[in-house]
């Protein structure tokens, strides 16, 4: 009973945790490729302000003819802040194409100051 009381409580912080969030700075770099039309920002979640995350991650991006992701891979990166570049990442968009192209691009996470 004291277990599943537990991880209830730990599960219910990191829901928070996960919903409430502050942005940090973060920036993003691309190989040469596509020009990125609108980017997204990374957010830090809490759990990740918390913990005192930094590092890079690094993104497969695959972008169709009109300029949208269509989907990406996760290259490398603390799991947590991948799934910030993720949801950024997906939101961005490129100038159109004649074809589809796979774009490289690496998130820095400098973590709370």
């Given at each position: ?8 409580v730990w ?6 945790g ?8 973060a920036s ?13 920002t ?5 759990i990740a302000q918390?913990?005192?995350l930094?590092g890079?991650v690094?993104?497969?991006?695959t972008?169709s003819?009109?300029?949208t992701?269509?989907?990406l891979k996760t290259l490398g ?5 991948a799934?910030a570049?993720?949801t950024a990442a ?17 998130f820095?996470f400098d973590?709370?100051?």
């Amino acid at each position: 009973m004291v277990n599943e009381l537990k991880k209830a409580v730990w599960a219910g912080a990191l829901a928070l945790g996960l919903a409430g969030s502050a942005s940090w700075p973060a920036s993003a770099q691309e190989a040469d490729g596509r020009k990125v039309t609108k980017r997204v920002t990374p957010v830090y979640s809490a759990i990740a302000q918390q913990a005192r995350l930094a590092g890079t991650v690094k993104l497969l991006l695959t972008v169709s003819p009109d300029g949208t992701v269509k989907s990406l891979k996760t290259l490398g990166g603390n799991a947590v802040l991948a799934s910030a570049a993720e949801t950024a990442a997906k939101q961005w968009k490129y100038e159109p194409a004649a074809k589809e192209t796979n774009e490289a691009v690496a998130f820095k996470f400098d973590g709370p100051k």
